[in-house]
């Protein structure tokens, strides 16, 4: 049982580059999330999904999309980076909207 | 916007001490939940309270909640070097498609052996 697992664990990317980073779950959780931790800042939410074929908004969406096309995968899609994209990347997984939400490690994203 | 506000925002203590963290929220929630984040690493899911419990414990970890003053404590007993690590709550809103959680800042707990 691998849990939560994300690739890639770093990157770098220059401004204006796409990238995609890929969330992967194995615990048959409807629930996934994709967010963003900055120093000082905590976690926000930029995207989430209820279930396969679902995303929405979270509290930070702008400059991501996301896809859900299998249950076990939550996509976050970077169009065009920008240096305010830097940060280090966290997806999670949960059974529920109110339960545990289980963690992947991390990528950490720096945008030049 | 934060809806959980943890104090303080950093703590060093001497092992064998306790640790105590407390979390502040606005709104009405279903649950409260603390993590724990290792320096570099991904959240760990540490205890849930529910709404309507007051209390609750896991092996050297005791949550309170207090609904009417919108907060909660982690106490963590008889800390150990390995308990070094930042602490989160997370808070849901109340009430049907609550479906995100909203964490607070951190407080970081240095235990010093």
């Known amino acids: 049982n691998a849990g939560v697992t994300q690739t890639p664990k770093f990157r770098v990317l220059k401004t204006g580059q796409s990238m995609t980073l890929l969330c992967a779950q194995d615990m048959n959780h409807e629930y996934m999330y994709w967010y963003r931790q900055d120093p000082g800042m905590g976690l926000r939410l930029i995207h989430y999904s209820v279930g396969e074929g679902t995303t929405a908004k979270g509290e930070v969406p702008d400059g991501y999309n996301v896809s859900r096309l299998k249950k076990q995968n939550f996509l976050l899609g970077l169009e065009s980076a920008a240096p305010s994209q830097t940060s280090v990347y966290f997806c999670?997984?949960?059974?529920?909207?109110?339960?545990?939400?289980?963690f992947g490690p991390g990528t950490r994203l720096t945008v030049l | 916007s934060q809806q959980g506000e943890e104090d303080p925002q950093a703590l060093s203590i001497q092992e064998g001490e306790n640790a105590t963290m407390n979390c502040s929220y606005k709104t009405s929630i279903n649950n409260l939940q603390w993590y724990r984040q290792n320096s570099g690493r991904g959240l760990v899911h540490l205890i849930l309270i529910r709404s309507n419990e007051r209390e609750k414990h896991s092996g050297r970890l005791r949550v309170t909640l207090d609904t009417s003053k919108k907060s909660s404590s982690l106490l963590i007993t008889a800390s150990r070097a390995a308990d070094t690590a930042s602490y989160f709550c997370?808070?849901?809103?109340?009430?049907?498609?609550?479906?995100?959680?909203?964490f607070g800042k951190g407080t970081k707990l240095s235990v010093i052996p």
């Open positions: 997370a808070t849901d809103g109340s009430g049907a498609g609550s479906y995100q959680l909203t």
């Open positions: 999670a997984s949960s059974y529920s909207g109110v339960d545990t939400q289980y």
